[in-house]
């Protein structure tokens, strides 16, 4: 089902059927309690309704998972966004003592938008997205994904397609959650290479020596750029798009350009014109702001795009090559799916359900039915890993795990 199929004015119909039957509560409640380990962590956390006629709802919080379930099926928001952990609930922050109510921890995120792309994309631009510009999108991740684990050492990132034209990062490690203003900002700032507005035209200046981590990137931008860039693009496909590209290069280098016919290649002691142009076609631009703040708000997983109707869905890296956003489910379709005959083993799945029901079990969700199950399915083993780390980290802290008693 295409973008179009969706109509916007059905959201108010369809949101209630999503929230009654398919949302993933259970997952979700299950992340964000991050084990229980920790007293009101999920009591304590920020969430946002945006609902109809972009009323802002502000400081919502629950106790449990059934409270959250009911609120959101009582409200039907048309978007979702989660905040910090307080040192209060929410909902309470009006009675809390002035300067008490503090935004005490929240996952490590990043935000990566499509339209800060426009500059160097010539297929789309503003909200839209084609395949072929959507490979920035895997670039980012590749990139960003390798430097979180292997340059910090973060184990549990989480990504989000946004449902429109872009990526979220959830770092969701203990130590990710508890870092600072300071210390975020540090991330942000070591892996933000493309710099300035729309007034600076060279965004990216390397100078010797090439740090590890640029190069790391470089590999990753090398091995998509002649597809994207040269090909996708077509950069040097005409006066206008060669104009931009030697826009970048300062008159020295444009001089032997001209001499030699060359652009790419060029390079002359302390200076890498050649990666600087790579690096600002498809390096991964991030909204710092986004990262460095603790309390600020970013759009939930699962949570529905009014506009294209698409669910923000979790990203499989395995399979990262061959995801493709307009594969990723409207509302209208996994809606419509539910109305589909019942096969033999789904009508032995749902008496069970209802075996379950009555004896009080958590009843199994019929997103199971739909195309949001495979996504799901991904959100389950991230989940999953998460749960093991958290049993490795007390079995280490018991002393179980030590070979040298």
């Not at 209060?88 to 922050?93: G, K, L």
């Amino acid at each position: 089902m295409t973008t179009a199929d969706y109509d916007q004015a059905s959201l108010p119909d369809l949101l209630p059927l999503y929230y009654r039957r398919l949302f993933p509560f259970s997952q979700y409640h299950r992340w964000l309690n991050y084990g229980g380990v920790t007293k009101n962590y999920f009591q304590n956390r920020e969430f946002s309704f945006t609902l109809k006629d972009d009323i802002y709802v502000r400081y919502q919080s629950f106790s449990t998972q059934n409270e959250l379930e009911k609120e959101m099926q009582k409200m039907n928001p048309y978007k979702i966004d989660i905040g910090a952990v307080y040192s209060h609930r929410p909902n309470q922050h009006n009675t809390v003592k002035s300067g008490s109510f503090q935004a005490l921890e929240k996952e490590l995120v990043f935000d990566i938008d499509m339209t800060d792309y426009d500059d160097v994309r010539s297929c789309c631009s503003g909200a839209d997205i084609c395949p072929k510009c959507w490979t920035l999108m895997t670039i980012a991740i590749r990139i960003l994904d390798r430097a979180l684990r292997d340059d910090f050492g973060f184990r549990h990132c989480l990504w989000v397609y946004s449902g429109r034209r872009g990526v979220h990062c959830w770092v969701c490690d203990e130590a990710a959650r508890k870092l600072s203003v300071a210390a975020r900002s540090a991330v942000a700032e070591y892996l933000s290479l493309v710099k300035g507005g729309d007034e600076t035209v060279r965004k990216v200046v390397l100078s010797d020596p090439i740090h590890p981590f640029i190069t790391e990137s470089l590999t990753v931008v090398e091995h998509y750029f002649s597809q994207y860039a040269l090909l996708g693009q077509d950069i040097l496909g005409s006066k206008e798009s060669v104009d931009k590209v030697l826009a970048l290069l300062p008159e020295d280098i444009l001089f032997l350009c001209a001499t030699f016919h060359m652009i790419f290649g060029v390079h002359t002691k302390g200076h890498y014109f050649e990666m600087e142009i790579m690096l600002q076609y498809c390096y991964p631009r991030l909204d710092v702001n986004v990262s460095k703040g603790v309390n600020h708000l970013l759009k939930s997983p699962f949570s529905v795009h009014p506009k294209t109707g698409r669910i923000s869905v979790p990203i499989d890296l395995r399979e990262l090559d061959r995801f493709d956003p307009f594969e990723v489910p409207t509302i209208s379709l996994i809606c419509e799916e539910l109305d589909q005959p019942k096969t033999e083993e789904e009508q032995d799945d749902t008496m069970e359900n209802e075996n379950k029901k009555e004896a009080g079990d958590l009843l199994v969700s019929d997103y199971k039915r739909t195309s949001l199950a495979k996504y799901v399915k991904v959100f389950d083993n991230f989940l999953e890993g998460m749960a093991h780390s958290r049993k490795g980290e007390v079995l280490k802290n018991s002393g179980e795990c030590n070979l040298y008693p």
